[in-house]
């Protein structure tokens, strides 16, 4: 059983109409925008083996995986099943409402990384995913998870709107430590666009990330 720690209100979201829904329309688009992208692509390359099965939790069209590495595994989850369909680095994918069902179809101890981008900010149950997600990572596997400060707000619950940057790696890293979850490690960093763009100051999106082992 997870450990709760979210009051009821802070699970409420503005639209609680269907998750599947509002997501059964492919967006085959960038979320994040490229600065964000080139800095989680990094991330990657530098913090995943090469022999990894990699979970990659409410993913999309892309995994952000740097290009050159091949990995043992990786298996991808969504909401939406033409977006999971054309993301060229997944080997399996299934389909699942995360706010209706927190059970993973996965064996235990059967995963290395798992990879959530832009994704926590949408659970209402985050202590139940947490719980399962470690249940499914193998010893001294790790969860990395990324967002900048987009969303699509209507979807996130209070907890996420309610509070700023700093708040939110707490809020994150709070949950984890509360199932069992190793001190997490965050990492804060500014973006920068390329070019033209990039020489005169121009920033992209924040990029945070919290790291945590089993």
């Not at 990039?198 to 990330?209: Q, R, Y």
Request: with cysteine; aromatic share 8%; hydrophobic share 35%.
């Amino acid at each position: 059983m997870a450990n709760r720690i979210l009051f009821d209100h802070q699970r409420r979201k503005a639209d609680n109409s269907d998750d599947a829904s509002f997501y059964s329309q492919p967006r085959i688009v960038h979320h994040l925008d490229s600065a964000f992208r080139r800095k989680l692509t990094s991330l990657y390359k530098d913090r995943i083996p090469k022999n990894s099965i990699i979970l990659d939790l409410m993913s999309s069209w892309t995994s952000h995986l740097p290009e050159d590495i091949l990995y043992k595994k990786v298996i991808g989850h969504g909401l939406n099943l033409e977006e999971l369909k054309q993301n060229k680095r997944l080997d399996s994918f299934w389909v699942q409402d995360l706010n209706r069902n927190q059970k993973l179809p996965l064996e235990d101890s059967s995963i290395d990384t798992c990879l959530m981008v832009a994704a926590w900010q949408y659970l209402q149950e985050p202590e139940n995913i947490a719980e399962e997600i470690k249940r499914v990572m193998k010893p001294n596997g790790q969860i990395i998870i990324s967002f900048s400060n987009r969303a699509f707000w209507q979807k996130s619950p209070e907890i996420w709107i309610n509070s700023n940057d700093m708040e939110r790696l707490n809020y994150i890293a709070a949950i984890l430590i509360a199932q069992g979850w190793k001190s997490p490690e965050n990492i804060i960093e500014k973006t920068s666009q390329k070019g033209i763009l990039g020489l005169i100051g121009k920033e992209g999106d924040p990029f945070f990330s919290v790291i945590s082992r089993k």
